[in-house]
């Protein structure tokens, strides 16, 4: 079997994948050029493990390129699913946020408030501008495009 495994000098592996050519257009990188390969770091320096962790990677990104090429849409449960995710991701960096603020004083305590108001504001209104990175970044890695507009009550269907 190909090796999808590569380790920098002194660090962990990472799992590279080459983008298939036909479908580079559809994987626009942060700077909306076309990528040539995912690199994703693995989290471990164990080759064993890397191993099985690629494998699994491996057949994630097999799976997303064949979406791709039939141009298969995303359903609403997965629209909701990548909300979730968000949701959740935001949730924890919160969390870390607020762990922290017992520290902080004044001016940068009422910022962060100010930032938490904001958002659950953004939220309870539809509003998800906010959420346009996390958008943009779930399009680039599945190669699809997100309409905007997602139908009304998918926060209904969210976890609080």
Not at 42 to 55: F, N, P, V
Not at 84 to 108: K, P, W
Request: with cysteine; aromatic share 6%.
């Amino acid at each position: 079997m190909k090796s999808y495994l590569v380790q920098p000098k002194g660090k962990g592996y990472a799992f590279r994948l080459a983008v298939p050519q036909s479908l580079r257009g559809r994987f626009p990188s942060r700077q909306g050029r076309p990528l040539r390969q995912i690199t994703e770091g693995l989290g471990t320096d164990s080759r064993k493990e890397a191993e099985r962790l690629a494998a699994k990677r491996l057949s994630h990104w097999q799976s997303v390129f064949d979406r791709a090429r039939r141009a298969v849409p995303f359903t609403l449960a997965e629209i909701q699913d990548a909300a979730v995710e968000c949701y959740r991701a935001t949730v924890s960096q919160l969390s870390g946020v607020a762990d922290t603020m017992a520290d902080l004083i004044g001016t940068e305590r009422e910022w962060l408030q100010s930032l938490v108001r904001v958002t659950g504001l953004a939220l309870a209104n539809d509003d998800f501008k906010m959420a346009t990175a996390h958008i943009e970044a779930v399009e680039r890695r599945h190669g699809v495009t997100i309409a905007k507009g997602s139908p009304k009550g998918i926060r209904d269907h969210m976890p609080v």
